[in-house]
Structures are given as C-alpha cells and as structure tokens.
C-alpha cells in the first residue's frame, strides 16, 4: 500500500495530513482509492492535478504503473508556457 | 468613386490601387496587393515589421500614407530574392538560424538590405544600431548579427566578381 | 518494444546536425502565413470597444446607433454569449474575461464587439455604442490590494484559509518540509530581504488575430495564431455551446506566443460575431489591445529568509511570495511557492504563495510562469549570503545545491538532475576569468523549471515515391519541424531531405496538449520515434510478403528491409513504390500520453557596466548553461537560450507596466514598453548540456523555458556588484539604479 504524500494546497483535502496510506498499483487505482477514502479530494482531482513518482512527475499518464516501495506525491497540476 | 487612385512601382511591377486617403501603406501592401510579407506589429513605427524601401530609403510603411507612393518605387521582402535564387541575407538568415518564429524576419531583411547597400563593411556595432528599430523577441538577435555579417561578406565577394568580369571586358 | 519510452544510448546520424528547416524559405520570402495573413471572401472586419475604467459596474449597453450604422452586420455583448461552462469555474472566468459581464474590471476590458464591412465602419460603430459605467474605486498595487480596506475585485472571493468577509487574496498555499524556525535558531547569519517585481508581458510582435467562419448550419472554422489549436477548438466550443468537432482550428504560422497564445481572448468574440452576421470575421488585435487586455505574467512582492551556519551550509530559507493574478484567480502564487527553492537541498524550508486579485488584465502564462520573479528574490538572496559568509558565489550554490535523493522543496524527492553540472560549467567557464573594467560587475545566477510532456499523437505518411510525410500536432514556435524531421529521418534511416513535416489542423489529426510547457520537441519527438516505428513494422510486414518469408527474420537498417541470412534487401522506396499492391498506404501512427519529461535547470552568468551618472546598464557579456538532454537540432536549442535569456534582459532592465492614480495603463506600446533591441544586447553564448533524460528514448529534455528563470537575479546580482548597492526592485530602469546609488551615498555619507 503505497504512502501517498500531499503537498501545498492538497492538504486541506486530508485534513491536514502530510501523508496518507491507500491501495493503488496505478495512479488511476491510486486516485480512485483516494477519492473513497478523502471524498473532498475529489473535486482537487478533478480541477487536475499530478502525481509523482520517484521525483518523476506524471499529469496525465494514469496507467502509469507504481512500483513497490516507490515514493509517490501529489501535487498541483501546472502548465507552463 | 470614393477614394484615391494611386499609380506606383512594386519590386520593379507598375501597379495601380484605389484606396482610402486614411489608408496607411502597410494597409494597402496587405489588403489591396496582396503582399503580406510586411507585418503589423505595432501600427506606430516602434517594431519595424512593416518596413519596405521606398525609394530605396528604410521606412515604416505603416507610417507612410497609400496616398503618398504616387510615382515612387517600393520593395518589399517579397521582391528580394531573384526568381527561385535567393538574396544572400536570405540565404544566411537560414544557414544561421536566425529566425524561429519568422514574424520580425521580413522586416529584418529589408532594413539589413538598406544597411548593405549604404555600408558595405559593417561592423559589429554598425550592424546593432542600423538594425535597432526591428524588434525581435524571440531570438536575442545573436544570429541575426551573425548573418547579416555573412551576408555583407558574400555581397562583397559579388560585387568583386562583378567588377572583375566588367573590366576583363 | 516499439512505444517504450526509455533512453536507448544510441549511436546518431542525423540527430544532432544543424540542417536547414523546412520551413524557412517561406519566412524569408514573406510566404508564410500569420494569423492575420488570411482573408475570406465577403470576410468583415471585427472590433472590440474597451473599458476605460479600471473598475466600474456597467448599468446599461444601448447598441441601437451602432447597429443601424450603414455596413455594420453585427453587434454582440455579454448577452449574446450565454453561459454554456456548465458551472467550472475556470471556464467561466475565461468567458468573462473574453467579454464583460455586468462589470469592467480593468482597463481594457472588452464590452462590446462589431462586425461591419471594414475597418472604418468597425471604429465608427464602436463610437456610437453608449455604455452607462458607474465608476468603482480600484486597486493596482499587490501590497496595496492586500491591505484592509482595499477595494475588492471579486467580491465572491474568499481566502479558502480564512473565515473572514471577501479579499482580494483568492488563495495561499504553503510548501516546504522541516522546521524553519528551529533552523534559524541554529544559523550564524539570517538574512532578510524584500523584493518587488513589476508587470511584463510575453512581447510577441505579432498580435492576437483570427479569422472565423460559422455557417448556418452552425459548423464553424477557425484560423487562428495559438499556441495550442486543439485546446483553443475545446475552449471555443464550449463557450459558443458548439460540439468539438463542429469547430475545425487550423493553426497558422506563429509570430511568436511564449505561453500568451495558451489562452482565448479574441476567439469567442471572432466567432460570436460571425455567427450572428453569417458572414466570416477577421479580428485582430492592435499592439494597444495586446497589452492593455491579453495575459501579462504576475507582479510580485516577496519576502526572503535565509539562514546559514559558517560552513556555508543553508540550515533553513522561508520566502512569503504575493502574486498579482490580475482580474481573476489562478495559481501563480503557488507555482512561484513550488519553484522558489527548487535548487537548493535545504533541510528546513518553506514558501508560501499568496494569489491577490487586481484590477488588471488577467494574468497568462509567460515561459516558465512564476519561477523568474522566484528565482529573483532567492538568488539574489543566495548571493548576499555568500558575501556575507567570505564565499564565492558559484561555490556557496555547489556546495548547497539539490542532487539525487534530495528532497526537493516543492516535495517530490529528486532522481537525476543536473544543477551540479551546470554550475560546475560555470565554474570553469572562461567568462567567469574575464577582467572587469570600471564600473562593471558581475553576477551569476541559477534557475530551474518543471517541463511537461502531455497528449500527443503523429501519424507518418509513406508517400507512394517513398517520401515521408509526417503530421504533428503540436505548433511549430521556432523552428521544431526540422527537429521533428530529423528524428523521423533518423529511425527510418533515410535522408533528412526526404521528410516533410506539417502541423495538422483539428480535423486531422487526433487530440494535441499545447506547444508550451518546454513539450513541443519532448512530446512530439517521442510520437515521432514511436510512429515511425510503427510504420517500419509495416514496411517489414511488405517486404515479408514479396519475399515470401516470415517478418520475423525482417530487420530494417539504413532504410532497408534486409532479409536475414540472405543478400537481399528492399529500399524504403522500393517498398513504398510496390505498396498499392502489397496491401495499400502505409502508415504509421501514434498515440501516447508523454510523460517524464523531468526537471531541467540552468546556470547563467552575466556582465554589465553601470554608469553611475545616468544610472544606466549595458550587458556586456552573457553566458547561458543549461541541460537540454539531448539537441535535437543545435542552432534552435542555442536560440531558446538566448531568446529566454534576452527576454529576462528586458524583464531586469526595462520592462515594466506603468500603470496611473486612474489605474489605466499608461505605456501599452513598444515605444513606451522597452523591449531590449539589437543595440543592448551582446552576443549571448551558450553551452549545451547533455545529460541524456533517462525517460525518452533519444534522453532529449525540454528546452525552451528554463533560460528565462535565471536572468533577472543574474543581471540584480550583476548591476548590484558594478553599483555597489543592493538592488531589489525590477526592472532596474535607469531611475531606479540612480536612486538606490544616491540613497546608499546618502546613507555611507558623514553626518553632523
């Protein structure tokens, strides 16, 4: 179960939380996860945001499996320009 | 019929246009002739995109009127190459890479065509300040000093050859 | 495995060349068309009225003159344009921006809009529309809007962290990790500085401008200059309540976008308009318009702390970062949090961003949105303590700088990164040996910025004469068509020359993220390999089959189908040339969501000379380093350093949006708004990184956006050293350099 941490804003939806531990063997199945366990994540979600794996940061690639022991984040979804 | 006739020369073609008397130059090269090589980037003479040769002197044809080329001659960038040979600046502009978004280029290569047929030499800082009223935003101008260097050495190299066949007869 | 992304350390033959692009002899031959390069037939000409107050209620909009105005065919406001966004929010304040609703909220808002015969008519009508404004008091100044009492812009808008009435602080965010108090408890030398940036925009040179087409049966055309096609056809058809594939947006070429051309502004409006007159309307901005009511990045204000103990060690750094968002509320304030202390492995950290609204236009992506204004107050921070500490300044930064297995200040810990190399280039480099003269200083500065892959597809054509087509769906900013040829070239295995490379339109190709992000060769390129791998699956198949073997002993080398054991072999040509009777077009394509674009950052170092009587500043030597990953094509890698670099020139120096007590904008020209010209700037050298991105196959990093985060510390750093006098207000106009000299004269001066 891979431990998810939130960073920035992200918190306010775990009340605060800097972690949190939830199913997940892709980010879909990690976010879906997420949003049972958190429901006000939900709405974060779908505003976008990005996960990182291992320093690598991911935005859209939700099969995107999670290997054991990974170091996974959550994060704000940026653009750039 | 409302407007102003105008009978003019563009890139060596006699041309002729009706247009309103408010109608700026670029106005007319645009939408009455077609040539859309010059842009506008600014509308008041800062940018330098819109620049053509009238009478072989570098201007802002946006701050020229339609009106006023009765009679005159004007090139503009479309007029620079020689049929499918291009003009060295156009040539070195490529080599160097010195556009990437290409909006300024035409504009660039009229006034550095200006500068080289005034100064066939110039230097560094010679090149800088004749090309200071051309804005780019995307290239730093680095590569554009660059070419118009390289160009200026091929249009030496030219004019040498040509005198050389002209004397040997 | 052909769409698998991992570096695969090859041996290139193209990749890495300096060819000519594809699309240069239409750019100096004045071929190539911009967004107001096209015209349609019947086309009329569109305008926007503007509001001239920086915040007013509008109580009435009486259109009746206008519309009866000989040669108008149509006149729209805010009531032609229900609201189709279905509640999400950030669509909603796109369509408000693109045409007031009830209220003007900065100057240069639009009102109104018309369409008319030409451009006469259009100025005309936009006279005779009489709008009743009730003028409201405004604020322009991020520090001043966050003071009690200031007049509030959206009145809805509450700080999520506060239970108190509405502000003009829409949102904070905070990032970091250890504890910054106890930090600074433990350091020798804290030092805390404040900072200001003022308003700038992305400065294309060319505008805004459209062309758009809504038939009667209600399918529309677009022609457009955007960054993002794709994302400009979803924007627009939602908002006008049209399905997706009704729009079709052809791209045209771009003059130039730097993330101002990711938004809509004028598009709506363009197609509203057309769809009342049923005729097509072209609309373009005037340079005036660009920079009173298209997105200018944040102005800031940012508070630095940084503490270190005599080793030259940061025990804990805290920055309080306000951003202006301008009318309507985004997230600048937090990507400036998340990038602010990005270089650095510092153990007790912390950044909060702060969102304030403003009465001003609303803010838009400018490269590498937020980090510049960050890396400002930080590295100029960074600087003063390695003065402080005796140390020098590229040592003190190697010697704290965030490697693999630092945990970032943003969150995430990082895996390979080249801070270290980049620095270690400057190090060495031959610039920071140069003598300085009189009056000059020197500064170096680094910067980091995220990069983004994103949805991507291409499809590679394989012509019946055995040339390529390849069609991409990400915009060619400058110059990315020759790098895109160069990769399909290089996995084929023929020449360069043979492959042509085209920007599909909507209706042609299958979703395309926008050119921005650092995305355009990353995500494209990848596409790219993995179609033309796709292809060659195919051109293997054919040749099996007119051998009659099994494909499995087909390998395909050099632009042939080499038959295994034997001395055959088919030439892509001969192939392509066989293919109607093979089995049909072949064709490869690819679909794929790039990701792993990873970090990048980079080392600059700059020279400048002040001149203590007027204040003023010359550059007189640059040097920009950055990792790149892999260069595709060199000249252009080298030309997005130096356009970033020159870009944070003007942002340091010049640049700045002047705004009056009436809260208009005072200088929205280029005459008044002073972007650096050939005469300022030396010639820029750059070094090219390559350490190869371990999640792409040819290891290429995104480019385009870094170069601009380290200038304006770069050239602070620098203008401080030759004026012996800290600066920390940009641009540093000429006033302003004299000023800081006379204040810290005054201040060094006798008293008594």
Redesign the interface.
Known sequence: MPEVRLFGGLRDAVDGAESVRVEGATIRELLQSLGREYPRIRERIGQGIAVSIDGVIYRDNWDQPIPEGAEVGLLLRIAGG | MKGIAVSTTVNGDAVEFVC?A?ETLLDVL??HLG??????????G??G?CSVLLDGQLVCSCLVLGAEVEGREIE???G??DGDR?HPL?KR?????A????????GF?VAAKALLERNSNPSE?E???A????????????????AVHAAAGDLRRQQKARKKRKAAG | MANDSKFTNQKFKLVGTRVMRPDGVDKVTGRARYGADASAPGQLVGAILRSPHAHATIRKIDTQKAEKLKGVKAVITSADLPDFTGGEGELYNVLENCMARGRALYDGHAVAAVAAVDAETARRALKLIKVDYKVLPHVTDVDEAMKPGAPVVQPVVKTKDKKAGPTNVANVTTYGHGDVDAGFGKADIIIEKSYKTEQVHQGYIEPHACLASVGPDGHGELWVTTQGPFAYRNWCATLLGMEMSQLKVTSSEIGGGFGGKTHVWIEPIALALSRKANRPVKLVMSREEVFRASGPTSPTSIDVRLGATRDGRIVAADAAMRYGNGAFPGIWGEVGAMAAWACYDIENVRSVGYEVLLNRPKVAAYRAPSAPMAAFAVESTVTLMAEALGMDPVEFRLKNAAREGTRASYGPTYGPIGIVPTLEAVKKHPHMRARLGKNQGRGVACGFWFNFGGQTCADLIIDVDGTVGLSVGTVDVGGARASLSLIAAEELGIPYEEVRCNIADTASLGHNDMTDGSRGTFSSGMATIFAARDAIEQLRVRAAKAWGIDVKNVSWKDGKAIAKGKRKSLTLKEIAEASPNTGGPISGHSQVVADGAGVSFASHICDVEVDPETGGTKVVRYTVVQDAGKAVHPDYVEGQFQGGAAQGIGWALNEEYVYGKDGRLQNPGFLDYRIPVCSDLPFIDTQILEIPNPNHPYGIRGVGETSIVPPLAAIANAVSDAAGVRMTHVPMSPPRVLAAIKASRAEKAPTG
């Open positions: 309103d408010r645009r939408n040539l859309t090589g010059a842009k506008e980037g600014c509308g008041t800062d940018c995109a503009t960038v479309e620079m190459a291009l156009q502009f490529l080599e160097h890479a556009l990437q978004c290409g909006v300024c280029t035409p290569l800082s090149i800088r300040y090309l200071a009223g051309n804005l780019c935003r995307c290239t730093g101008y680095d590569k554009i000093v660059h």
